[in-house]
Nanobody, 121 residues
Framework: QVQLVESGGGLVQPGGALRLSCVAS????????MGWFRQAPGKQRELVAV???????KYADSVKGRFTISRDNAKNTVYLQMNSLKPEDTAVYYC???????????????WGQGTQVTVSS
């Protein structure tokens, strides 16, 4: 199976920056879309950004111009550079990858365990 492990979360002051990383490992034949989602207390999980294996990235309106998603296919890794952070960015951030474990496997969504991002003075 495919495992996703996030890192890079933490406590940062408003206006600060953080860089999240997510590494996919295990039995991987191919990875299509990779993305970041977040869930704040009492709210539904929402899309932050997604990057296809080839194509145009997509961002939530609330993070456009502040966050940048990128990926290193050779390392099966996706990144989220978060700049100009605001208190409303506080949430648990989850990585998701749409991947095939084998050439004949169906495409399946895999999730990481989440990493906490807290923006507070």
């Amino acid at each position: 199976q495919v495992q996703l492990v996030e890192s890079g979360g933490g406590l940062v002051q408003p206006g600060g920056a953080l860089r999240l990383s997510c590494v996919a490992s295990g039995r991987i034949f191919s990875i299509n879309d990779m993305g970041w989602f977040r869930q704040a207390p009492g709210k539904q999980r929402e899309l932050v950004a997604v990057i296809p294996s080839g194509g145009i990235t997509k961002y939530a309106d609330s993070v456009k111009g502040r966050f940048t998603i990128s990926r290193d296919n050779a390392k099966n890794t996706v990144y989220l550079q978060m700049n100009s952070l605001k208190p409303e960015d506080t949430a648990v951030y989850y990585c998701k990858a749409a991947a095939r474990a084998r050439s004949y496997s169906a495409l399946h969504d895999y999730w990481g365990q989440g990493t906490q991002v807290t923006v507070s003075s």
